[in-house]
């Protein structure tokens, strides 16, 4: 290689690094505009001209009780929490399972067949039946419920991704400590769960991102409300005769800018966990 | 494998079957969940759909009916309508986010600048929840007080109504969802690149080609596996979309946006006429059925080549 091709190639190509600014900036666009509207009160929003005053009155009003946001607030986060909780928890029995166990073929395959027919079915096909099965475990409305039905819908991807996890895992270390004498039990608990970790937590930070904003099922499956979870409060506001644009800005700020956040700094995770989570689905 | 073989012997013949029953029960909550909400319910969306169902005084009151929903299908407008709506609106929005989400990767990854930061930035539209996605487009879009309408204004020039006309708001949820998911594809294509061995492109280089030429020649036809998988992903993607669109336009302006998920909801829990809902979703999940299935043995016969 030449010392010409060398210097070529660390030039800096400003056509190019002036396109990806752009493309930043568009992307950036809609953040930043609800972040700064939801600082702005009503009167400077309706307005035709840019009128920037700083106030808090939007996040003040959402979060005085007499309004639901706190309490949808609690019940996405509660939501989210039980849905990871429980998604890992059946996720990490099965996908170990599938990795190293070598389940019966009559077994893996239903397995399978539902992990991967579960995620081309939109979710709205299903309503009417999942409606029937929440009223008849009498969890209909209840925050319970949709903890139960976001873990079916990220449970397909869940347990692919965690036994590609454990398949990393040398089979040799689990044979060894079973010949050392390690029940079944303990392999699992004291040795391959402990190195499945970084993977399980790719998996929770996307089930959780999948959990916080899911909407459909908190708007068909809860009354509205107390009872529903922050994505469907927000539909509620976008929804009023009087739309309070402040407001509405406040309450998706909030709900978007910790998820943004979380991004930012656990990028690394984030990226494997939907790159591997989109291939599986 | 001869390890396992071993250690079966000397544990004896109930270690392995230990195994086998462990393995089993290990699997067991997640076939059980997975049946009781999602293969109970289509057992029930197949049940509706072969039924007349009407709710009379908070009863439901099913009569087997045949096949009259289905053949209601081709002869509801709307439906037709959505059908063509959401055929539209999915190939626009696979074609552009994977053209979007192609170059951006590529340039990105010749980035030096910028590299780190739109490496990260460009993710964050796909964590955003879709329902604040529509919220934040429509704080861009409204015809009142929309940041579009207010850099219009203040240059003096007339406001837009997007969202009100039939093309305008068709366009806005295609803008909305390429904006939405582009990041999807960019992650895809950025890891792909970065598996590309530089020795393939260094000798690219020798021979003299262009860069154009490396992208067409190398590049493109490596990566074309992953943009594979991406299209399907991205169709399924698109033919299920539901939140954005339900809140930024509701499926208007006279059914512009009224993607078939929207439909089918409307019908399931406005109109309640469960019967013809359940056919319709049924058709749907066969068709996304069929397009996995023919793109999955499309797939193997690659390989197997």
């Known amino acids: 290689m030449t010392m010409e091709k060398r210097v070529q190639k660390s030039k800096v190509n400003v056509t190019l690094e002036l396109a990806i600014f752009v493309t930043i900036v568009i992307t950036l666009i809609p953040i930043i505009w609800i972040a700064i509207l939801a600082f702005l009160p009503n009167k400077s929003i309706i307005g035709t001209s840019f009128d920037f005053s700083f106030w808090l009155g939007n ?10 946001f706190l309490r949808q607030i609690f019940n996405s986060l509660t939501i989210t929490f039980g849905t990871v909780i429980l998604t890992l928890v059946i996720g990490s029995g099965s996908g170990y399972s599938l990795s190293k166990l070598k389940p019966p073929k009559w077994a893996t395959t239903p397995v399978f067949i539902l992990a991967s027919f579960l995620p081309i079915v939109p979710p709205i096909t299903l309503v009417p039946g999942i409606y029937v099965t929440l009223t008849n475990l009498n969890l209909l409305g209840s925050v319970t419920g949709l903890v139960l039905v976001n873990t079916v819908f990220n449970l397909p991807f869940a347990i692919l991704m965690i036994k590609s996890y454990f398949d990393q895992i040398p089979d040799e270390l689990r044979e060894a400590a079973i010949v050392d004498g390690a029940s079944e039990r ?60 402040g407001q509405m800005s406040a ?15 656990a990028s690394r995770q984030i990226v494997s966990g939907l790159t591997a989570g989109a291939v599986k689905s | 494998m001869k390890n396992a073989a071993v250690s079966g012997r000397t544990r004896g013949s109930f270690s392995l079957s230990g195994r086998r029953a462990t393995s089993v029960v290990a699997l067991l909550p997640f076939v059980v969940f997975l049946a009781i909400f999602a293969v109970y319910p289509l057992y029930e969306l197949v049940r509706l759909s072969f039924q007349e169902t009407e709710v009379l005084d908070g009863e439901f009151f099913s009569a087997f009916n045949g096949l009259d929903n289905f053949k209601k299908i081709p002869n509801d407008p709307l439906a037709v309508n959505s059908i063509k709506v959401t055929l539209l609106f999915s190939t626009l929005c696979v074609i552009l986010t994977l053209v979007a989400g192609t170059a951006g990767a590529m340039m990105v990854n010749s980035s030096r600048i910028f590299k780190s930061a739109a490496r990260n930035i ?19 879009l409204d015809p009142t007080m929309g940041l579009v ?34 990041p999807v594809v960019f992650l895809f294509i950025y890891a792909g690149l970065n598996g590309i061995n530089q020795e393939i492109l260094e000798a690219g280089r020798v021979d003299g080609a262009n860069e154009g030429q490396l992208i067409r020649r190398i590049i493109l036809p490596i990566l074309l596996p992953t943009i594979a998988v991406i299209a399907v992903l991205r169709t399924i993607m698109s033919i299920k979309a539901f939140d954005e669109m339900y809140l930024l336009t509701k499926g208007g302006p006279e059914g512009a946006t009224s993607l078939i998920s929207l439909h089918i909801r409307e019908i399931f829990v406005d109109v309640l006429d469960f019967g013809y809902a359940s056919a319709l979703s049924l058709c749907i999940v066969a068709i996304l059925g069929l397009i996995v299935g023919i793109a999955y043995s499309l797939r193997r016969k690659n390989r197997s080549r």
């Open chain 2, 122 to 140: 460009f993710v964050w539209p796909a964590v955003v929840a879709p329902v604040v996605v529509s919220v934040m487009w429509l704080l861009i």
């Open chain 1, 251 to 265: 309450s998706g700020f909030v709900a978007a800018i910790p998820i943004i956040i979380l991004t930012a700094v």
């Open chain 1, 186 to 245: 303990r392999v699992f608990f004291s040795v391959l769960l402990p190195l499945a970790k970084p993977g399980l937590g790719a998996v929770a930070i996307y089930v959780a991102i999948m959990a916080w904003n899911e909407f459909l099922m908190g708007l068909i499956m809860t009354t509205g409300g107390g009872a529903a979870p922050l994505t469907v409060g927000i539909a509620s506001l976008v929804q009023d005769y009087e739309i309070t644009f």
């Open chain 1, 59 to 68: 996040f003040r009003t959402l979060a005085d009780p007499g309004q639901n």
């Open chain 2, 149 to 182: 309408n207010k850099i219009l204004e203040s240059l003096g020039r007339e406001p837009q109504i997007w969202l009100n006309s039939k093309a305008g708001a068709f366009i806005s949820v295609v803008v909305v969802d390429v904006w939405h998911w582009t």
